[in-house]
């Protein structure tokens, strides 16, 4: 028996509606559209230059190596065939390889995939104990150096920030004059220069109070030479910012000439940070105050730079036999 139609019930000729499934609507979207997405969020959520250089970087060089152009053919498999085809070291491989994760985890936070699949995609490479300058290091090198001469007087300066008061050199290009507090002896740091963006009040000691002035009263007569016109602490020789690009620092490759002219292997940013952790690591025994002082958000991180070399271990393990 038939239902009887209502007064109410209307016809009408239901209109074909074409719904695309998400992946073809994930098929759709760029790799080099998403990035341009993704960079202009860095951007306004107030990442860092160098951050965001390297987002594009990674990115473009993973376009150009496997030829893939939307989000949709990216899978687990393209990634391990991109990582075989590098011709770098595992570290080098293992670090672009987090860059372009952290890019997908960005394209899952925009909801252009449903899973995080390359979380599975990982690389194995041996933990390398990278080992921190001395005091040896350091002292061998500032009794080289030519306090006459601006360069070496600036780079002295800039070694002893790094290895007293945990400085990126990233920090120290940043820096301006009046962060610097004559009067009671410490470093006001905002996060405009701290990679954490957090701000931070380091102490300074009178050999650094006085380098520090000597270097200042140098960089007005350098700008008014050369008409310059910017408050950075650190300047080049004709009064310019140190860093003219996001990779170049005109302090790291003076930093690298000391090392290939007096031998002294660990004078470099990295080396001078790791030999400030571990000082004050074995003074005050306070990891999180290492942590602090470094201005990481991570503990973890924190350890990295704490790796007890392996003869330590060595010594130590011969009270236990």
């Not at 290895?163 to 990233?170: S, V």
Request: proline share 1%; aromatic share 8%.
């Amino acid at each position: 028996m038939s239902k009887k139609k209502g007064i109410f019930d209307i016809q009408i000729e239901q209109p074909l509606i074409q719904v695309r499934k998400l992946e073809e609507k994930r098929k759709d979207i760029a790799i080099e559209q998403a990035l341009t997405v993704i960079l202009k969020q860095l951007e306004v959520s107030g990442c860092r230059e160098r951050t965001i250089y390297d987002y594009r970087t990674i990115v473009h060089y993973f376009i150009r190596d496997t030829k893939v152009e939307y989000l949709m053919d990216i899978t687990s498999d393209v990634i391990y065939t991109w990582l075989e085809k590098m011709n770098v070291k595992n570290t080098t491989k293992l670090t672009r390889l987090k860059c372009f994760k952290a890019f997908l985890g960005r394209c899952f936070d925009n909801g252009w995939f449903t899973n995080k699949f390359w979380r599975s995609v990982n690389i194995k490479v041996d933990t390398e104990i990278k080992v921190g300058a001395s005091d040896e290091d350091v002292n061998l090198l500032l009794s080289v150096l030519d306090y006459t001469k601006f360069l070496d007087l600036r780079n002295a300066t800039a070694v002893l920030l790094m290895y007293r008061c945990g400085l990126r050199i990233g920090t120290i290009a940043r820096m301006k004059e009046q962060q610097v507090d004559f009067v009671n002896r410490r470093l006001q740091l905002d996060g405009e220069v701290m990679k954490n963006h957090k701000g931070i009040i380091l102490p300074i000691d009178e050999q650094m109070t006085y380098l520090l002035q000597v270097m200042l009263k140098q960089n007005g007569l350098i700008r008014n030479e050369y008409k310059e016109d910017n408050d950075n602490l650190f300047i080049t020789i004709k009064g310019r910012p140190t860093t003219n690009s996001i990779t170049s620092n005109s302090i790291q490759k003076q930093l690298r000439k000391y090392t290939l002219k007096y031998g002294i292997n660990n004078i470099n940013p990295h080396a001078l940070r790791r030999g400030f952790a571990k000082n004050l690591y074995a003074k005050s025994n306070d990891l999180l105050l290492v942590s602090k002082a470094l201005g990481h958000n991570d503990l973890s991180v924190t350890t990295k730079y704490l790796h007890t070399e392996l003869t330590d271990i060595a010594d130590k393990l011969k009270d236990y036999l």
